[in-house]
Every structure is written in structure tokens, then in C-alpha cells.
């Protein structure tokens, strides 16, 4: 950190409601006597420290657009009764180099969800003690922001529509093509990821509203509305 230079983090009389006095400082939430010269911060290690986080942070945040995203490693559960469907899963996903568990049902389900911290599920509809669909509802009571899809071979009997009413992310008919399922399985996730990203966005904006300057919050709004145009055009480009 150089010797002197402006504090992002110091704000002026100016940009304060009482508009006169001491500044402020949203490092340490309390009046700042060192009107925005690094040297004078009274905890200079703090500051370096959120400095170099927020640069790390503005780097991955701030990537150039059209530039392909890195491949994730997600851990993912995958559910059905038919031990053949679980291996293909287990396999495939392993290959792409993600983490797989199976269960059988829908209870044996829930048991992994409770010891384990999963990205996503898949589960089929029918299957015995616990079919998908009631599955999908237990794990949405629990673990609202789990992305779930959900597959079936009885397409005719099971709609897309009841299993998104369910609370599923996404569905999809057996036999499906690898490259559809891994491309709706990376859409569902990205999309839970990007709304999570929208939701703590506008909590930042909603937290403390009156400590922050009009240009702070004029910031937090572009960055909420460049999240959600990037869930459009996911959403747009994969259907």
C-alpha cells in the first residue's frame, strides 16, 4: 500500500447527511479524523488487507465480456432407483470432473443432503418410498437455493410444468443427449449462482443505506443490473 494516496473508503462532510464536522470512515463504521490520507489510518494493516480483497474481488468480478467462463467443479447428487442410471451419471459427471453421490430414493436423498453440502441435484420422478416430485418439495422447505432437475422417462405422464411448480430449476426427458444435460446442468447452476450474487448485492445496498453515498449506491444498482442482463442472456442462449 503506498505511503499516501486517497482512502476509497474515507468519505467527506460533504457526502454525509449532518454535511459538516469530522468524516467518515465505512471501514471502521465511525468518524475519521484522517480526512482520507492512508497515512494517517489508524489501522493501516486492516485497510491493506480489505484493499487487496476488494481488488481480488473487482477481478473476478469484472471480467471481459464474451470471455467464456472457466468450467466449475460441482458436487452433485444424483437420485434414482435404477442402479445402471446412477452408474451412467457417476461416471459422466466424474469425467467432466465433478463430484458424484447417488441414492436410490428420495429418503436416501434427503440423508446425503443433510451430511453433505451438494451444488445441485438431479433426480429422477418414480421411483419407490419417495418419488421425485415430493423429493423435490422436501429439499425446497430445507434448502431453498438448491438447484434441482429433474428427469424422467414417463414424459407423458410427468410434465415440465409440475416439476418447476414443485420448485425444480429444470427438467428433462430420458434418454437425453450428454451434451443437452450437461448444458441445462450448467445453466441451472449459473443462473441459482448469478441470482444468489443479486440477492447479497441488493442486501449490500439495503444494509446501513443512510452510511452510504449516492455513488455507492449508484454503483451497487449497475452491478445488480449487469447481474441480472448476464441471467437473461444465459437464459436466452440456452433454450
Request: with cysteine; charged share 30%.
Amino acid at each position: 500500500m503506498p505511503a499516501t494516496g486517497k482512502c476509497p473508503f474515507y468519505r467527506s462532510p460533504q457526502n454525509i447527511a449532518m454535511g459538516k464536522g469530522l468524516g467518515y470512515c465505512d471501514l471502521d463504521g465511525d468518524q475519521a479524523i484522517c480526512e482520507g490520507d492512508v497515512q494517517f489510518c489508524k489501522d493501516r494493516e486492516a485497510l491493506k488487507k480489505q484493499l487487496l480483497e476488494q481488488k481480488s474481488k473487482e477481478s473476478s468480478d469484472h471480467q471481459e465480456e464474451g470471455q467464456p467462463m472457466k468450467p466449475s467443479k460441482f458436487k452433485v447428487l444424483v437420485v434414482d432407483d435404477e442402479e445402471p442410471m446412477r452408474k451412467l451419471m457417476l461416471t459422466l459427471l466424474s469425467r467432466l470432473g465433478h463430484q458424484c453421490i447417488t441414492a436410490g430414493n428420495g429418503i436416501e436423498a434427503l440423508n446425503q443432503i443433510n451430511q453433505n453440502k451438494f451444488d445441485a441435484v438431479v433426480t429422477d420422478i418414480v421411483m419407490p418410498e419417495m418419488d421425485g416430485i415430493v423429493l423435490t418439495k422436501e429439499i425446497m422447505i430445507l434448502y431453498p437455493n438448491l438447484p434441482i432437475m429433474v428427469m424422467t422417462g414417463h414424459g407423458k405422464q410427468y410434465s415440465a410444468e409440475s416439476a418447476i411448480a414443485a420448485g425444480a430449476g429444470d427438467f428433462i426427458e430420458k434418454p437425453f443427449s450428454i451434451d443437452e444435460f450437461v448444458l441445462r446442468l450448467n445453466k441451472m447452476i449459473r443462473d441459482y449462482e448469478i441470482r444468489d450474487q443479486i440477492e447479497t448485492k441488493q442486501n449490500a445496498m439495503a444494509f446501513n443505506l443512510s452510511k452510504r453515498s449516492s455513488e455507492e449506491i449508484s454503483d451497487l444498482k449497475k452491478e445488480i443490473e449487469s447481474l441480472k442482463n448476464r441471467l437473461s442472456s444465459v437464459y436466452s442462449k440456452s433454450w
